[in-house]
Every structure is written in C-alpha cells, then in structure tokens.
C-alpha cells in the first residue's frame, strides 16, 4: 500500500518531535540531577546542624524533580482523571499507598496526579525494583531514600529483613508520610500467566487485568511502621488529626489506574511523545490501618480481596469507559487534576539555570587552580 504525502508528513513530524523531546530530556537530566546532587553536597553542614530543615529543602528539590518528569507527559498530553476518595483529605497523615503495575508509566502517572496532594511528593518513599537503582534516577532516589527491592524466592527473606532496617533508619528520621509499593511484584504482562496457574492451583480466582499480590513488603511494612492504637478517620477535625501523627500509620490507600483500551504508557511513550494525547485514570480508596488484619493469613485474604475488587473496577471500567460508583451511590464523580504550566516553566528554569550556574562555578575553579 502506497505511502501518501500527508501520512509521511505525519511520520516525518511525529520523529522530529520525538528526538526535539528526547533532546530537551536529556538536557533536563544533565542540568536538574547534577544540580540536586550538588545542592545537597553543599546543604550537608546544615545537616548536621538541622537534619530536619535539610530534608525539608531535599523534599522540595525532589518535589521539583518529579514535577519536572510529569512535564514530560504533561506537555504531550497525557493527562490523569482521578475518581474515588478525595486522598488530599489525608495527606498529611502517614498512609501506605498500593498500587496496581501495568507499565514503567505507572510511576510517571504517579509523580503527576500526587503534584497537587500537599507535601506528599516531597514526604513520600518509593519501593521499586532494584534495577531502577542503575537509572539516570538512581543516584536521586537512593539520596532522598527510597528502597530497591529484588525479586525472587532466593532474595525474599533477606529483602524483607533489608526492608525492615531500611524503614527503621530512614522512614521516620527523614520525616517519610507515605509509601509507595506496587505489590503484585512486577509488570502485568509478565505476571499474569504465573498467577493465573498459582490461581488455579489454589482455588482462587482468575484475574485478566490485574494478578495476585504478595505480601512480604506489605506486612513488613505494617508491622514496622503502625503503632499499637490506631486512628480517627479524614473528616475528624483538625484535632484528631493532630493526635494520629504521633501513631504511625494512619491509611491504607487502594490506587488503581487504568489506560484507555487497556494499553499502559511506558517510559519511552512519556519521553518520546509519539501517542496521540491520552487520558490515564485513577481510583482511590481509602480504608482505616485498624480495619486492615495483622495475621498473615487474614492480611493476605484481605489484601488478594483489593486486588479481586481492582479486577472489578478495571472490568468496568474498560467496558464504559469509567469507574463504578462506590457503593450506595447512583452516580461516579470524576476529578481532573490539572498542573500549572507556569509552575512547570518556573521549575525547569530554575533547573537549567542551576546547572548554569553550576558549570560557571565550576569552570572558574578550573582555571584557578590549572
């Protein structure tokens, strides 16, 4: 079939803004992760004068940083509609956040659609697969903290055990609010067969758009991180908001995202730009620590009972379009989240500016000392 004019215009376009955004990504992570290293470096005698005014400054950087990945996506349109409970309510509070894992731009979604909750991007702690550590990211991610885990039977106790001592040492003492853990272990296409036979197996259902969670890092991470007596609830008041900081752990909170037909953004998508502008949507659910079970057989039946309603709702919502509404309730209300493309253009100023500055600074040593 012959190629028309306009279609290798199209082709010829949509690979010329490809490399222009590659380029610009580049030049962003040149200027913006040095910067964030070199800030940080210089910062470490107020770290020992004011650990906590230092991790203050170290969040709002890598607030920055992660606005300036959701930059990425946000200029080539890929935008994010959230429907469920309204997570601002408890952004304040210590919550644990899980997720379901389709693609690499789940993370990416998620460093978006958090932008407008409060200080959680810049209190937040990530558990993602150790081979993020070897990313253009990786040296950001291990400074502010975050856990790399690695998969595998022949890794698992010694990971949990490295978990715990992580949570332990870093969690609290850099002031963390919430974590982000993805507890199916991996990207759905690579699951799903296994545990759809694990399923079968053991008599449990069978999940098409999500599978079966684990829950080594989900228990671990209850029984470091929740204190003994546990909380109010997000419309409580000012007061029993301030009493539940002093108790650890406050939610639990379900997050579901769902692409359009079922097909996930990648990295390379959110970079390159080249898919038409697409809407990625995201369900929430929040649910009280003290209603989720310690026991580990009653945390699993519990947590596999999330992820049997995540199937549920990406069911329907691939059939409509939309996500159910909750329960008792006739209709589903949806909520743009939208992003200041002044902020977004302040930001990355500040970071190619920074690097400006950086490389100044840095050639006038040179010929000071040479």
């Not at 057989?297 to 379009?321: M, P, V």
Request: net charge positive; aromatic share 14%.
């Amino acid at each position: 079939m012959a190629v028309t004019l306009e279609q290798a215009q199209r082709v010829g376009y949509t690979c010329l803004k490809a490399l222009l955004r590659f380029a610009f990504m580049v030049a962003n992570n040149l200027v913006a992760i040095p910067s964030y290293v070199l800030y940080l470096i210089v910062l470490q005698p107020l770290r020992i004068l004011d650990s906590k005014s230092f991790w203050y400054i170290e969040g709002v950087l890598f607030k920055w940083l992660l606005a300036m990945v959701a930059s990425w996506g946000w200029w080539a349109g890929y935008t994010v509609v959230e429907w469920g409970d309204d997570v601002k309510a408890v952004s304040e509070d210590e919550a644990m956040v899980l997720v379901n894992h389709q693609a690499t731009g789940d993370v990416c979604t998620l460093m978006m659609c958090l932008q407008d909750k409060g200080t959680v991007v810049r209190q937040m702690m990530w558990l993602m697969d150790h081979i993020f550590k070897y990313t253009n990211f990786g040296i950001v991610s291990l400074i502010h903290g975050d856990f790399f885990i690695r998969q595998g039977k022949a890794h698992r106790d010694q990971q949990l055990v490295l978990l715990k001592d992580h949570l332990e040492k870093y969690y609290r003492s850099r002031n963390r609010k919430w974590i982000v853990l993805f507890p199916e272990g991996g990207f759905l296409r690579k699951r799903r067969e296994t545990s759809q036979a694990f399923a079968k197996k053991n008599n449990l259902p069978f999940l098409k758009h999500v599978t079966l969670p684990r829950l080594g890092a989900t228990q671990v991470i209850l029984k470091t991180l929740v204190a003994l007596q546990e909380n109010g609830t997000p419309s409580g008041g000012d007061a029993v908001r301030k009493e539940s900081k002093s108790k650890g752990l406050q939610w639990v909170i379900d997050t579901t995202i769902a692409y359009p037909k079922a097909e996930p953004i990648d990295i390379q998508t959110w970079i390159l730009g080249y898919r038409q502008p697409t809407v990625t949507h995201v369900h929430y659910r929040i649910f009280p620590v003290k209603d989720v079970p310690a026991e580990p057989e009653a945390l699993t039946n519990w947590l596999y009972q999330r992820f049997i309603e995540k199937e549920d709702l990406l069911t329907h919502f691939y059939e409509t379009g939309a996500f159910p509404p909750p329960q008792g309730q006739t209709k589903a209300i949806s909520r743009e989240m939208t992003l200041s493309n002044l902020w977004l253009v302040a930001i990355q100023s500040f970071a190619f500016l920074s690097g400006g500055m950086w490389y100044c600074l840095f050639q006038y040593l040179y010929h000071c000392l040479f």
